[in-house]
Each structure stands twice: as structure tokens, then as C-alpha cells.
T-cell receptor
Framework: DGGITQSPKYLFRKEGQNVTLSCEQN?????MYWYRQDPGQGLRLIYY???????QKGDIAEGYSVSREKKESFPLTVTSAQKNPTAFYLC??????????????FGPGTRLLVL | EDQVTQSPEALRLQEGESSSLNCSYT??????LFWYRQDPGKGPEFLFT???AGEEKEKERLKATLTKKESFLHITAPKPEDSATYLC???????????FGTGTRLKVLA
């Protein structure tokens, strides 16, 4: 069953705590992305990776960190430096084609709430 | 600055009442336009990808079209199960990133 899995579905963070959101894919896509979705705003890019062991900051990377040790996995850590982490987090994957955007496919999302 | 604007923000239709959603863009070199459907609390579901002005794609009651300045998502004879938020995104040669609009919330009444 091909697809993108994100876990957990809900995550609660305490003050000063780092939390990690999981994203796994078996679509064999090279590129993986993390977006944040807030009410009334478009999806905003946090980080993206086009190849293992390499990743780039998106528009709102402050307070977040990622790793890409395997093609299938792209975990996102929300650090204590992120002062307003409450949001819906979406992981996406796509193929790569020089000069063009390939279709992105999204996971089911993780909702992060602050206690 | 690359920008994507979707209109209207919200739309209520009676079942069977056809309409269109708009996605207008000002970008430096369009390299792909994407439509998604998103249900509350779920990830966006891919609908269509368009690359060239004049291109059209259809799926059941939905049809997407593309011009040099905008894209339309036409919904023919909608049903209540078409109620969702519809998102538009573009990929540009200026930034090589995907830029998302804020979506149109569609409600179809039985």
C-alpha cells in the first residue's frame, strides 16, 4: 500500500520541550517537504530535501530542524525556540524534474498543540 | 513578488448549481499549477496538474483550465460530498518553490 504516513496524528508539547514529527514514504520520491498550515493562511514551507543527507530552509525554518538520513524518512523536530508551534503540520513528497514542479503528494498531517 | 490569490474565500452552492473557483497568479515563470482538495483535519488530496496555457483536465464533476494569468476549477452539478476546501499552488522558475493560495471553502447544500 503506497503512500505517506505521518505520526502521531496529535501531539502535545510542554513549555521548553522539543518534539519530533515523523514522516515516512514508500513512493520512492526523491523530494520531501514540511509545511505548516494555520487558519486563513496558505501552506508555508518549513524545510525541504531533494536528496539524502541534504536539505534546505524554507520560508519559516526558525525554531525547526530536520534530518534526511534515508530516502524514505524526513523527520521534523519542533524545538523550544519555536514560540508559536500550535498548527497543522503536513509532510509532502514529489519527484524531481529539472526546471519544473512535479506533483506533490501529502500525508494525513499532525496537529501540534501546546499544553 | 510571486503571489497566488484564490477567490472567492467561501462559496455556498445548492446541489446541482454549477460554479467556478478562481486561482490568479503573478509569478516569474510558471512551471506548474496544482489543484488540491482538503477535507477538515486531513492532508490535501491531489486533483490536477497543469503546465501550459490552454491546457484542460477533467475528473468526474471537476474541470481545471489554465490561462497565462489564472486557473479555474469548474464544478458541474455539485453534490454535498464535494464540500471541502480547494487549494491552488504554483511552482515558479523564479524561486523554484511551490506557492500556495489560501483556498476556497466550498459548501454544497442538499
Amino acid at each position: 500500500d503506497g503512500g505517506i504516513t505521518q505520526s502521531p496524528k496529535y501531539l502535545f508539547r510542554k513549555e521548553g520541550q522539543n518534539v519530533t514529527l515523523s514522516c515516512e514514504q514508500n513512493l520512492n520520491h526523491d523530494a520531501m517537504y514540511w509545511y505548516r498550515q494555520d487558519p486563513g493562511q496558505g501552506l508555508r514551507l518549513i524545510y525541504y530535501s531533494q536528496i539524502v543527507n541534504d536539505f534546505q530552509k524554507g520560508d519559516i525554518a526558525e525554531g525547526y530542524s530536520v534530518s534526511r538520513e534515508k530516502k524514505e524518512s524526513f523527520p521534523l523536530t519542533v524545538t523550544s525556540a519555536q514560540k508559536n508551534p500550535t498548527a497543522f503540520y503536513l509532510c509532502a513528497t514529489s519527484g524531481l524534474r529539472a526546471g519544473f514542479g512535479e506533483t506533490q503528494y501529502f500525508g494525513p498531517g499532525t496537529r501540534l498543540l501546546v499544553l | 513578488e510571486d503571489q497566488v490569490t484564490q477567490s472567492p474565500e467561501a462559496l455556498r452552492l445548492q446541489e446541482g448549481e454549477s460554479s467556478s473557483l478562481n486561482c490568479s497568479y503573478t509569478v516569474s515563470g510558471l512551471r506548474g499549477l496544482f489543484w488540491y482538495r482538503q477535507d477538515p483535519g486531513k492532508g490535501p488530496e491531489f486533483l490536477f496538474t497543469l503546465y501550459s496555457a490552454g491546457e484542460e483536465k477533467e475528473k468526474e464533476r471537476l474541470k481545471a483550465t489554465l490561462t497565462k494569468k489564472e486557473s479555474f476549477l469548474h464544478i458541474t452539478a455539485p453534490k454535498p460530498e464535494d464540500s471541502a476546501t480547494y487549494l491552488c499552488a504554483v511552482f515558479t522558475s523564479g524561486t523554484y518553490k511551490y506557492i500556495f493560495g489560501t483556498g476556497t471553502r466550498l459548501k454544497v447544500l442538499a
